[in-house]
């Protein structure tokens, strides 16, 4: 390592992930907390929301946004149900959405974490863009809109060959066994 270079933890689970580059280059920027929330936009001066936009609820951070938001939490804890991770969704005390992932991660391995870290990816993409539709175009939160966006762009990153993705949607277990619960229906 480089003199007065810095160790910038998340990088791998960003760059060696199979995403698209914007999804990566978003999520660099959510790490460096370089996204333009609330709190951003007030410390340079500039016109910004209140509260959330998701929840109305609290002052919009990234951390906020991607981990404590009570809109968000219900959007990973969906997400990950859907392929039997729910048990890694983040809790009400989580704060830092880099230190969730990052725990979140290491409680999984091989395809499963590859598999994980772009569920992750693309939910906190998907997100972000929802987020930018409602402040932006107006449009109230919608959980049912954000899951939906996210199923749709799993199946089209596991059809291009996403890495760990068809791997963790085979270990899910069929309709019948889940019961009431769906899976994201991407086999056959």
């Known amino acids: ?4 270079s810095t160790h910038f933890m998340p990088w791998e689970r960003i760059w060696k992930s199979w995403a698209p580059g914007k999804c990566k280059f978003f999520m660099w920027l959510a790490a460096h907390n370089r996204c333009w929330t609330a709190d951003r ?7 910004h929301p209140e509260c959330c936009p998701l ?11 991607l ?27 989580e704060t830092s959405f880099d230190d969730w992932w990052e725990k979140a991660s290491e409680r999984v391995s091989g395809q499963v974490r590859n598999g994980l870290n772009s569920i992750i990816i693309l939910g906190a993409w998907s997100v972000w863009n929802h987020r930018n539709r409602c402040v932006f175009d107006g449009a109230p939160p919608d959980l049912d809109a954000v899951y939906n966006a996210i199923r ?22 069929s309709q019948e066994q889940m019961g009431p619960w769906s899976s994201l229906g991407l086999g056959a």
């Open 41 to 47: 936009l007030a410390r340079k001066g500039l016109p």
């Open 152 to 173: 749709e762009e799993l199946r089209l990153w596991n059809l291009a060959g996403a890495r760990g993705i068809p791997y963790l949607l085979a270990l899910v277990p």
């Open 1 to 4: 390592m480089f003199i007065g």
């Open 55 to 65: 929840c109305d609820q609290a002052d919009e951070t990234i951390d906020h946004l």
């Open 67 to 93: 981990v404590s938001c009570v809109f968000t939490r219900q959007i990973w804890f969906k997400l990950l149900r859907s392929v039997g991770l729910q048990i890694l969704a983040p809790q009400p005390d």
